[in-house]
């Protein structure tokens, strides 16, 4: 147990590390391992039950740490005379490992000794790959103001600085990943998606912010499954069977390569293709699983990673890396034995019983390897780190110079031995400076860097993996995002240039619309066509009723104009209107000529001529009056129809009722002393013709002044028709004109049936009254015809009754006279009349 000034080390963790010593500590965690087997955690001496396989790509994160480390020892401009020392551990990607060596590198390595209390072990960390471990790591460190910058650690729960203040990042956030991933989205058009989620901060949260952006698009989550690599088969054989059950072709794995490659073997295994996946930046470039073995299910995967950089002078010193070297070095002898294939044989090292072939001969070299770990001109993770280290350096350049590095080099403005961590805070979240390779190197508020990823696309060359660039999404300076990609280049997963298609159901068709099925997503509906009347017209249109003067197609795509319907002079009932109102007004006019012919004959002067000659025109002028009810109606036509009948019958009906008196103030002046006869002359017949003519044109100018008949369109009758008729106007001025005629017709009717007694020779009266009844019978059934009749029919219904009462008073009135004085002229005797 140690005891430093007053403080006292309980206990520490045995850890292997690569350290180095140096003025200025920088403690660096990194997954060197990625398998965890046990996870119990206990503050022993002794090693934990921990047994992981070894990962190239991490390794090659802690040699990049190291080379940046000793590139800026050797620089002159950047803490000069300065020597930057660093210890880096493994975190074997779980937080219980990575929170044990964010201890360890906080209490110190037992080598240095300090006077000073409680000093801190390190100024900086450089950690971790995993958004759950940064958790732990930024958690724990936090209170003790310990500035931490991870190089792969995404989660946009970091960005919270009120809980993690001293946090900072070389990647972007999640929270731009899924910006990126739901542009990806909309560009291919894609509605129906399955993601998959590692059991960890860092799937949970960009599969939560990756859902924000999409649902904004209407796009719809099919499923989410959790993954992660410490989980049993059953699981993993769940997720499987989700994947095979769902109608999805487009699934988005955000999980870290170590949790998703159990998935992707079984996945594999059991030959299901035809997804087209979309890649985290966790996976997308890992080499594990970028085999053509993989690429049989995964070929064709699209993802975002941050842009790939060149560290010049980087390949010299991975190849020169040898466990004969530094025989201390932790994690060498591991790497070695996966990249030669052999195990090192040390000095004074026991070489114990193992076979010949699997030692080494101490003459294997890396010089001229082939291996992807060599490849430095395609870096990505590794440059975060790289810029990481470099960051951190400004920030202590800064801090210890009170001056930015580059400028004219002046004595240190601070001891070393005074620097405290969280100074180092603050003048990282202050750092920024353009780097060898020009770029500018800064942390926005919440400690994240600048947005900006390449668009990688799986494709199959020479038999091997690659990850092919694509396109670019960064941040605009307008708050933007810009998507930009070359599509001609894709290779997907249905062959090159065949955008795979991603819907729970398709696009409905025009005339139809989208009926949501209950306990689905937005996405998954039925296609329902339109109701009569509305119609859409687009995929994506709701069915929109349509103007109402027009109606939906058969295929309820398009409004096209509704039929007029109107009564035309072409069509049967037009014809036979016409044909029997011409054949009443000839009728009527062939009356008035025999009439006119025959004047001075006993019947024609009983039945007074001159009443007769006007009641014939009346009659003629009625029978003209259905023509003005066929053909379109106009302002013109509808006042004069309905002015023209009531005045025309009116005239009609007041020549019967002068009649009327005429037969039975004659027949009364038969007996001695009646004078009645005497006073009813033909001036006395003209006044009743003119005065009860004359109420009816008055009511027919009033109705024309206060509110005239109108063309008018009626849509009641028939969806599919418009009904062209004449508005009354004024039903009262309608009914108005209707009732005087029919007072008139009870008064002629009551003054014949009064008179029906008279002599049988000629009883006119007996005519009259059988016109009237007829008249008046037409008329009571009109009105309730004319009321229910639809459309055209009206009109129908109308000239009928005109026709009918018409023809009615023309036969009853006059055809008996026209019957003596044509067949029967015998008869045609002042004493056959009296």
């Known amino acids: ?42 503050f022993k001496r002794e090693p934990p039950g921990v047994k992981c396989a070894f990962d190239l790509r991490a390794f090659r994160w802690t040699q990049v740490m190291i080379f940046a480390i000793e590139e800026i020892n050797k620089e002159s ?45 390190i100024s900086a960390l450089i950690a971790e790959s995993g958004s759950s471990q940064s958790l732990a790591v930024a958690g724990a460190l936090g209170p003790f103001q310990v500035p931490v910058v991870s190089y792969f650690s995404t989660c946009a729960c970091l960005s919270d600085k009120a809980k993690y ?157 040898s466990p004969y070297t530094d025989p201390g070095a932790a994690f060498v002898r591991d790497f070695w034995e996966v990249m030669v294939g052999c195990r090192p044989v040390l000095p004074g090292e026991r070489t114990g019983t193992e076979a010949t072939n699997d030692k080494c001969t101490g003459n294997e070299t890396l010089l001229n390897s082939q291996d992807v770990f060599f490849n430095v001109t395609e870096l990505r993770v590794s440059y975060n780190v790289y810029t990481a280290v470099y960051a951190t350096a400004h920030a202590l350049h800064q801090l210890v110079f009170c001056q930015p590095a580059g400028e004219k080099p002046v004595r240190p403005c601070l001891n070393i031995s ?68 070359r599509e001609e280049e894709l290779v997907w997963r249905t062959g090159k240039m065949q955008v795979p298609s991603s819907v729970c159901s398709n696009v409905c068709p025009v005339g139809t619309r989208k009926a949501q099925i209950k306990g689905k997503p937005t996405c998954c509906f039925d296609c329902i066509p339109c109701a009569d009347g509305t119609i859409a017209n687009s995929t994506a249109a709701d069915c929109t009723p349509c103007p109402q003067e027009h109606w939906s197609s058969e295929r309820k795509d398009e409004c096209i104009p509704k039929t007029i319907e109107f009564l035309t002079y072409r069509e049967p009932m037009g014809i036979a209107i016409t044909v029997v ?40 002028l009625c029978f ?47 007996f001695p002393g009646n004078k009645v006869a005497g006073k009813f002359g033909p001036a006395q017949q003209r006044i009743i013709v003119c005065s009860c003519t004359l109420i009816q044109i008055v009511i027919c100018i009033l109705w024309l002044k206060l509110n005239p008949p109108f063309p008018d369109m009626v849509f009641r009758h028939s969806n599919k028709k418009i009904v062209l008729e004449c508005n009354t106007g004024s039903e009262a001025a309608f009914y108005a004109v209707l009732g005087y005629i029919g007072i008139l017709a009870i008064i002629c009717l009551v003054l014949a049936f009064l008179a029906r007694k008279l002599p049988d020779n000629f009883n006119e009266a007996k005519f009259i009254t059988f016109s009237m009844l007829i008249f008046c019978a037409v008329w009571i059934t009109f009105i309730p015809a004319y009321v229910s009749s639809p459309g055209k029919f009206t009109v129908a219904v109308e000239t009928f009754a005109i026709l009918s009462s018409a023809f009615g008073l023309l036969i009853c009135i006059f055809a008996p006279k026209c019957y003596i004085i044509l067949i029967k002229p015998e008869k045609n005797t002042k004493k056959y009349v009296m």
């Open 1 to 42: 147990m140690n005891t430093v000034s007053g403080c006292e080390l309980f206990s520490s963790f045995e850890m292997p590390s690569l350290f180095k010593q140096g003025e200025i500590m920088i403690g660096g965690i990194f997954p060197v391992f990625n398998k965890e087997i046990s996870s119990t955690s206990t």
């Open 77 to 121: 401009a950047l803490l000069p005379n300065i020597s930057l020392g660093y210890r880096i551990l493994n975190s074997c990607a779980s937080p219980t490992n990575t929170l044990r060596a964010a201890l360890t590198l906080a209490s110190g390595p037992e080598e240095i000794k300090s006077t000073s209390p409680c000093p801190p072990a």
């Open 165 to 321: 203040p001293t946090f900072f990042r070389t990647i972007p956030s999640d929270y731009f990943q899924a910006k990126a991933l739901a542009a990806l989205v909309k560009r291919f058009g894609w509605q129906w998606i399955g993601t998959l989620q590692s059991d960890n901060d860092y799937g949970r949260n960009g599969i939560q912010a990756f859902s924000d952006e999409v649902k904004k698009l209407g796009v719809c989550i099919a499923f989410v499954g959790t993954i992660l690599r410490t989980y049993p088969m059953d699981k993993i054989l769940d997720v499987v069977e989700m994947i095979k059950q769902s109608t999805v072709k487009v699934i988005l794995a955000f999980v870290p390569e170590g949790d998703f490659y159990p998935l992707m073997k079984e996945i594999v295994k059991q030959n299901i293709t035809g997804i087209q996946w979309i890649a985290s930046e966790a996976w997308i470039t890992a080499p594990r699983p970028s085999t053509p073995e993989i690429y049989q299910a995964f070929g064709g995967a699209l993802g975002f990673v941050v842009q790939k950089m060149a560290i010049p002078n980087l390949k010299p010193f991975l190849t020169g890396i």
């Open 418 to 485: 005074e620097i405290q961590p969280e100074q180092v805070t603050a003048h990282l979240q202050k750092v920024h400076f353009r780097n060898q390779f020009g770029d500018n190197v800064f942390f926005d508020e919440n400690g994240d860097p600048p947005a900006s990823y390449d668009i990688i696309n799986w494709q199959l060359r020479d038999g091997q993996v690659q990850h092919v660039t694509l396109g670019h999404f960064a941040s605009a300076a307008n708050g933007d995002y810009k998507l930009s990609i």
């Open 581 to 620: 109102s011409l054949l009443g007004a000839s009728l009527s006019l062939a009356t008035m000529m025999v009439f006119i012919q025959y004047r001075e004959t006993p019947v024609v002067k009983a039945s007074n001529s001159e009443l007769s000659c006007f009641l014939l025109f009346s009659l003629f």
């Open 624 to 670: 003209l009056c259905p023509l003005t009810f066929i053909g379109r109606p106009t302002v013109w036509t509808c006042m004069l129809r309905h002015t023209a009948f009531g005045v025309t019958f009116a005239l009609c009906i007041s020549c019967v009722l002068g009649k009327t008196i005429v037969v039975v103030t004659a027949f009364k002046a038969t």
